[in-house]
């Protein structure tokens, strides 16, 4: 009878696996502040690609970590990169499986912000180049969709033209829309050696006092183009979620960031909490909010755990 007059159903077709991919061999290296969840060498991708969907996940979303950093990110926009080598990895083993690409800066350059840097300052148009160079290298390399996650105003604009000049018009931009300048990305500037050397992030992250202007931000972003957009983080957000479902109609993504899954994590592992269903608890409230996609470390748990 319940799950008859059940209103929400969560199933491994709404969830999205992160993928922290690294330069080397034979790497399967568990994150510390993230038990679970790893860095990956190149050689080691085919297997997790094929297991994550035979789970039923349909995509995975890629973050690099580069060889060398300096202040524009050059490894970003190489086409030998380790984002553009992991596209073709996974495209080759699981050509089935989507796959998404991070478009950001931060982990790329030696200062650690999401754009160009001068006299301390984040130069917004200047990095728009940038970002348009990276998405238009990972569409080469064959991903399906880039996620343009650093706040730039005008940055899904950009990435849209400079796609639909190269002939990736079929390209899709999931546009990291309400990012907001949150805590709970701690554990992953950790494990993605991305933290800023100077400053913080609230300059182009959203203050998280702030609904009504995520609204404004998803409607820039759908008017430059984009084909989904995504709150982040989610479980401090879900109202933000909920607005953004009632005023659009775009697939709404959310994410659920390395800090909220660290938090389970460490309950879960003192016992203080049942980590199964809290976590089915929580992704079945991102849902009730209203995204259609969750991005989360637990993807792949989930799954399982749904099938079961
Ligand atoms: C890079 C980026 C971040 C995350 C996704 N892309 C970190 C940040 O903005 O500091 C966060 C992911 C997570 O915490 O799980 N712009
Ligand atoms: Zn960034």
């Known amino acids: 009878m319940r799950r008859l007059v059940r209103e929400t159903r969560l199933s491994a077709g709404d969830l999205i696996h992160p993928l922290l991919v690294v330069h080397g061999q034979g790497i399967r290296e568990e994150i510390d ?6 860095h990956w060498s190149l050689d080691l991708l085919p297997a997790e690609a094929e297991e994550v969907a035979r789970l039923g996940i349909p995509g995975v979303i890629l973050f690099g970590i580069p060889a060398a950093k300096d202040a524009i990110g050059s490894e970003n926009f190489d086409d030998h990169g380790i984002v553009q ?24 350059t030696d200062h650690g912000h999401c754009g160009i840097v001068e006299d301390g300052r984040v130069l917004n ?14 569409a080469a390399a064959g991903a399906d969709v880039v996620a343009p996650s650093g706040m730039m105003d005008g940055q899904v ?15 899709a931009i999931l546009s990291y829309a309400a990012k907001y300048a949150s805590a709970f990305y701690g554990p992953f500037r950790e494990a993605a050696e991305s933290t800023p050397q100077f400053g913080d992030r609230q300059g ?53 960031v390395s800090g ?5 994590k460490a ?14 608890e929580l992704l079945t409230a991102i849902k009730r909010a209203g995204a259609d996609t969750i991005l989360t470390y637990f993807a792949k748990d989930a799954a399982r755990w749904l099938s079961e």
């Open 260 to 264: 909220e899954y660290a938090m389970v």
């Open 33 to 38: 502040s993230m038990p679970g969840s790893y």
């Open 85 to 108: 080598e992991a596209i073709r990895t996974i495209k080759k083993a699981v050509p089935e499986l989507v796959v998404i690409t991070d478009v950001c800066m931060c982990q790329y």
């Open 157 to 171: 604009a950009a990435i849209r033209s400079a796609l639909d000049a190269t002939g990736f018009n079929q390209v």
């Open 204 to 256: 182009y992250q959203m203050d998280p006092a702030n609904a009504r202007e995520a609204l404004r931000e998803v409607a820039l972003d759908i008017e430059e183009g984009a084909d989904m957009v995504m709150v982040k983080p989610a479980l401090a957000y879900l109202d933000v979620i909920r607005q953004v479902r009632e005023a659009f109609d775009h697939p709404l993504a959310a994410f659920s």
């Open 267 to 280: 309950a879960a592992q003192r016992g203080w909490i049942d980590e199964k269903r809290v976590t089915l």
């Open 125 to 138: 148009d200047e990095t728009l180049e940038v970002l348009a160079r990276v998405a238009v290298s990972h």
